[in-house]
């Protein structure tokens, strides 16, 4: 089932699907570095998707990654999944900042702005007016968020953070106004032996290495 994006229902494909599957396949080496004690929690500034430990945020991630680019189905929709998604451009921001503050491409020879440029023209149908070699971290934000906006919509999980702890009859006005299903912020990534998660990362890598 294609993601819900801003355009119906569709599956990302060309440059804008390698811009993200990109970022998968480096969120998937953060959490495996973590996973074996060879790096600490990385904080994707997104706490919906932050708050899990590794092997629940690979779950997620996979389940997120087989709707952007496969044919899963994510339904009912969940204020963690929507979550998820949107730290992939949290990602991509912090890709590109990085590549920024390492003056250059660095031993990957890939550069994560020139990538961003491709899907935008790839989204929107016209070149972005930004040069590669630009160092403007507030433009380069403001051009990844665009594509997101295109793909994830409205974050209703962010307007919903409010609704945590709120009357539960304010609450549901709120989910059942947007459509949203009764457990949308109660619904929880399950825990995950190790087994499990090395499934998801190999799923996961099926889709990252196309």
Same mark, same amino acid.
């Given at each position: 089932?294609?993601?819900?994006?801003?355009?119906?229902? +569709?599956?990302? %494909?060309?440059?804008?699907?390698?811009?993200?599957?990109?970022?998968?396949? =480096? =969120?998937?080496?953060?959490?495996?570095? #973590?996973?074996?004690?060879?790096?600490? #929690?990385h904080e994707y500034g997104v706490d919906w998707f932050d708050q899990w430990d590794?092997?629940?945020?690979?779950?997620?991630?996979?389940?997120?990654?087989?709707?952007?680019?496969?044919?899963?189905?994510?339904?009912?929709?969940?204020? =963690?999944?929507?979550?998820?998604?949107?730290?992939?451009?949290?990602?991509?921001?912090?890709?590109? #900042?990085?590549?920024?503050?390492?003056?250059?491409?660095?031993? /990957?020879?890939? /550069?994560? +702005?020139? /990538?961003?440029?491709?899907?935008?023209?790839?989204?929107?149908?016209?070149?972005?007016?930004?040069?590669?070699?630009? @160092?403007?971290?507030?433009?380069?934000?403001?051009?990844? %968020?665009?594509?997101?906006?295109?793909?994830?919509?409205?974050?209703?999980?962010? +307007?919903?953070?409010?609704?945590?702890?709120?009357?539960?009859?304010?609450? #549901?006005?709120?989910?059942?106004?947007?459509?949203?299903?009764?457990?949308?912020? %109660?619904?929880?990534?399950?825990?995950?032996?190790?087994?499990? %998660?090395?499934? /998801?990362?190999?799923?996961?890598?099926?889709? @990252?290495?196309?």
């Amino acid at each position: 089932m294609p993601w819900p994006t801003t355009a119906g229902l +569709r599956n990302l %494909t060309g440059a804008e699907a390698d811009l993200v599957r990109g970022a998968i396949g =480096m =969120m998937v080496d953060a959490h495996v570095a #973590q996973l074996r004690g060879e790096a600490p #929690q990385h904080e994707y500034g997104v706490d919906w998707f932050d708050q899990w430990d590794a092997g629940q945020r690979l779950w997620l991630i996979e389940r997120v990654t087989a709707a952007l680019l496969g044919d899963e189905t994510i339904a009912p929709s969940a204020a =963690m999944f929507d979550a998820t998604a949107d730290a992939i451009f949290y990602e991509i921001i912090d890709l590109v #900042q990085m590549e920024i503050n390492e003056g250059g491409v660095g031993d /990957s020879e890939r /550069s994560w +702005r020139q /990538s961003v440029i491709d899907a935008y023209t790839s989204q929107a149908n016209r070149p972005a007016t930004i040069d590669p070699a630009s @160092v403007d971290h507030d433009r380069w934000q403001t051009l990844i %968020t665009q594509i997101a906006d295109a793909i994830l919509g409205i974050r209703l999980y962010q +307007r919903a953070e409010a609704f945590r702890d709120a009357d539960y009859k304010a609450t #549901q006005t709120f989910l059942r106004e947007r459509g949203l299903p009764e457990d949308y912020l %109660t619904r929880l990534p399950p825990l995950r032996t190790t087994t499990q %998660t090395q499934r /998801s990362i190999d799923r996961i890598q099926t889709y @990252v290495f196309v």
